[in-house]
Structures are given as C-alpha cells and as structure tokens.
C-alpha cells in the first residue's frame, strides 16, 4: 500500500515567473483594486488625475527620469490632455503619467493656461464692446442732409451762433451740430479723439453719439435732451418776474450737477486726453423736469473742431510779459526762419468766446485751458444766485453813454458791503440759507480770480458744493410746512 499523495504547494521559488506573468497579475490586482476600493484611503495630491477602471499598465508606473528633466517632452504631453479633457472623461480615459509628470512645471503649465484664457478674453471683450451702443457712428454726410431736409428744416435755437437741428436719425432723436474746423487736422488724429471721446459718460453730460464730415464742417450728433437751457430758465423775457427755478434748492441741485459734470471732464474720464470743454456758459447746460438736473451740452466739441491743440506753444514764456501778445509786422513774418510765424498759420490766433465767461488769460492768448473752464463755472453759478447776465449795459444819462456792468464786480460789492441777500435774486423772496448762500459765493468768487493759479480744482470745487449741498437739503426738509396746524372761522 502506497503512502497517500498530498498536493504540497509549489516552492517559493516558482512562484517568481517571467516578466509577462507578472504583470498579468499587477493588472489582475489593479482591476480587483478598481471594483472593491480599499477602505484605507491615501492622501492624495490635487494635480494627480484619478486611475479610472480600464487605465493602462502605464498609468500605474511612476514617471521616467527623462520624463521629468524633459520639460518641452512634458508640455507636448500635457496640452491634449488639458485642451481635450471633455473627450478624455467621455471615453473614460485618463493620462496619470501625465499628470504625475507635469507635476514639478506646475508653474509653466498654470502660465500657459492663463495666457490662454487671457487671449479668449480680450477677443470676447472686443466682441462685447463693439456690440456696445456706446460706440461711436460714422454717418454717412446723406443721412445728415436727409434727416434735416438738406438743412432747410427749422433750426432748434435760431438764436444760436451754431446751427443746430433736431432731427431722427437711425431711430433716435438727436440733434446736430454744425461745426467748422479751426485748424488742420490729420485724419488719424481725429479718429483718436472720436474714439476717445465717445467713450466717455455721465449723467450730468449729453452724450455724443456720432458725427460726419463734409469739406471744411463737421457736424457732431448728440443724443437729444428734452428740457430748456439755464440762460432762459433765470432769464424769461416775456415774463421777467417768473422763473421755474423759484427755490434754493433747485439752483442748488443745478449748481451740483454743473459741478461733477465739469469735474469728470476734467479729472474722472480716466483717459489719456487732456479734456477742456471751452464752452462753459448758462445758455450750454440743460436743465430736466421735474428734478432739476443739468446737463452739460458740447462735450468733446473743442477737441474735434480744432479749438484745443495739445502741441499749442503758444502759453506765455518767461521773455514775453504775462497778458500781452507780441506783433509782427509783414516784413518781419516773411524774413524770419520761424515756421510758426508765417502767414499760413495765422489763423491760429483766432479763438471763439462768449464776453462775461471768458477769463483774462484766454482773451489774452486764445489758449483755452482748464483754469478758463473753471472761470466760466464762477460765473455760471453767480448767474445760479443772482439770475443777472455776466454783463449789462445801461445808459448814462448824465453822461450820455452806454455803462458797462460787470457781474463780477456787483458780486464783490456785494459782499464787501454786507448787501447779499439784496444782490441774490428777488424771486427767491428771501428764503434761503444766508450761511450757504455766503459760503456759494466766496467760492465762485475764488473761481473767477484773476490769477488762473489762485482758482481751485474742479475736484475742489465738486466736493464743496456737494457739501453746501447736504447743509441746504437739511434746511429744506426743516422749512417744510406744518400739518399739526388747524384753522377755524366760525365765530367765538
């Protein structure tokens, strides 16, 4: 009888089999691994993809030496997976080797995504912005003479020096501005500025809308503001005694709006322009029902016809005495070697203003600044409290000429002499706050110094008004009438 036969197991050593068994059995282990997920978990990096059931054998190996000293290798290995990673995650597939490997140039790839991004950026950005009704229409000069009847229709202010005419143009009301061109202007030049300019906005400012050319004009289309300008609203000549502006506080809310809109323009557009309205005047600013807002007309007006030159050299100098301009005589214009006195720009020294607004260094020089700017804001809100024109004539008879009477000059009196609640306007019937009115006045007396240094900044400006603002807000809503009163006119 033969012993029995036990099955012993194999020795260790031939449990060691080739190359191929062994794999076999680490993938073997790999699925076993996916279907029942050991509970011990391991901490895992954020930038290592997860082994997704049907992963390769090379997605479980480590990464090569020559993988990780390689990063042009690695950044040619890693964009399929960055730009494709909807189709990697559909099909179920995932590159750890790859991961895993672009692990020490995380810097490198982070930069390169952004880049990306940046540029898909700016390209729906310049999408977006030229979808925006903001931007800026060249029209063509038909649709000008066919909007105003070949410019026979009805001017909107006959009694301006600038022809204008309320008109509908591309389905909005508008209205446009016939301007001639002061100077030379290169086409380039132009279309900066046009730029520019339409891309500034503020609720106290009409907005430009678009413009044209034809020959030597340039017609500017604003976007139409229903309402009255400031000069007949102080000043009605059918009915002098009446005016709508007939509280404080809606000269003040006018005085306020007038004061940022101007700030903006010159320090808030955040542009590259140095911007100067040069048309600061009560017959330029809008006033709006029922809250009495105003809104600044003109903007970017001097900038495109040529009125402000920002290579201009002609600032006084430190050889030339402060407020005289220097004559040549014919002779000397045409011997001398200076290109900027010859007889073609002559016509440089011509400027357009308005008497009453126009400060002493621009009637001088012609140069219009932003000190000249705020100038004509003095003497718009000495016009706001006393509702007089900058200038009156009235005629002498013991002298037998016409007196020149400077609002200015009455406003100075005024205050010297104690007298301002007589020079502010009669048609307030003495109800106002005497402190705010005194405050309003020195400031718009700074505005109009002489000296264009000595005036403030119109962020300067904005912030006190805004101030006297509150303070007359505050004494409005005190002076408010009584409810609690009864009247009875039965007899006792």
Same mark, same amino acid.
């Given at each position: 009888m033969s012993p029995p036969r036990f099955n012993s197991p194999s020795p260790p050593t031939h449990r060691i089999q080739t190359p191929s068994s062994s794999l076999r059995m680490c993938k073997t282990k790999m699925a076993t691994q996916a279907t029942e997920p050991s509970p011990v978990t391991r901490p895992e990096r954020t930038h290592r993809a997860q082994p997704q059931p049907h992963s390769s054998s090379s997605s479980s190996l480590p990464p090569s030496r020559t993988q990780r000293s390689n990063p042009a290798e690695s950044t040619r290995t890693q964009k399929p997976h960055r730009l494709t990673t909807? &189709?990697?995650?559909? @099909?179920?597939?995932?590159? !750890? =080797?790859?991961? $895993?490997?672009?692990?020490?140039?995380?810097?490198?790839?982070?930069?390169?995504? &952004?880049?990306?991004? @940046?540029?898909?950026?700016? !390209? =729906?950005?310049? $999408?977006l912005r030229e979808s925006l009704p903001e931007n800026p229409n060249?029209?063509?000069?038909k649709e000008i003479c066919s909007a105003t009847n070949n410019f026979l229709a009805k001017r909107y202010s006959p009694s301006s020096s600038t022809p204008s005419w309320r008109c509908d143009l591309r389905g909005k009301?508008?209205?446009?501005?016939?301007k001639k061109f002061w100077r030379k202007i290169e086409m380039s030049e132009l279309q900066e500025r046009f730029s520019v300019i339409c891309r500034s906005h503020h609720s106290s400012i009409i907005k430009l809308l678009g413009a044209s050319i034809s020959g030597d004009h340039i017609y500017l289309v604003y976007d139409f503001m229903n309402g009255a300008n400031l000069a007949d609203c102080l000043r009605n000549p059918r009915n002098p005694d009446f005016t709508v502006l007939s509280t404080w506080i809606s000269r003040m809310q006018i005085a306020t709006d007038l004061a940022h809109g101007l700030d903006y323009i010159h320090n808030q557009t955040g542009l590259s322009i140095n911007f100067v309205h040069n048309h600061i005047k009560?017959?330029?600013?809008?006033?709006?029902?029922?809250?009495?807002?105003?809104?600044?007309?003109?903007?970017?007006?001097?900038?495109?016809c040529g009125e402000i030159d920002e290579n201009d050299d002609r600032k006084p100098s430190k050889s030339m005495p402060k407020g005289e301009i220097t004559e040549f005589s014919e002779t000397e214009v045409l011997e001398t070697k200076e290109p900027n006195l010859r007889r073609s720009n002559s016509r440089r020294t011509q400027f357009e203003g308005v008497m009453g607004y126009m400060?002493?260094?621009?009637?001088?020089?012609?140069?219009?600044?932003?000190?000249?700017?705020?100038y004509a804001f003095g003497v718009v809100i000495l016009e706001l409290l006393s509702g007089d024109e900058p200038l009156k004539y009235r005629f002498d008879r013991s002298k037998r000429e016409f007196v020149k009477t400077s609002l200015i000059d009455s406003a100075m009196a005024a205050g010297d002499g104690g007298r301002l609640r007589t020079w502010i306007d009669k048609r307030l019937k003495d109800s106002f706050p005497v402190d705010v009115a005194e405050k309003l006045t020195r400031l718009a007396l700074d505005c109009v110094h002489v000296d264009p240094n000595e005036r403030p900044n119109m962020g300067r400006v904005a912030g006190k008004i805004s101030k006297l603002y509150l303070a007359s807000k505050k004494w409005s809503d005190n002076l408010s009438v009584p409810t609690e009163i009864s009247v009875s006119l039965a007899p006792r």
């Open positions: 909807a &189709s990697a995650s559909a @099909s179920g597939e995932a590159s !750890t =080797s790859t991961a $895993s490997s672009a692990a020490p140039y995380t810097s490198g790839s982070s930069y390169k995504f &952004s880049s990306g991004t @940046s540029i898909s950026s700016r !390209t =729906s950005l310049s $999408s060249i029209y063509n000069f009301d508008v209205i446009v501005f016939q009560s017959s330029s600013v809008i006033v709006t029902e029922p809250s009495f807002n105003a809104r600044i007309c003109h903007f970017g007006a001097a900038q495109l400060s002493p260094e621009y009637q001088a020089s012609g140069v219009a600044t932003q000190e000249a700017d705020v």
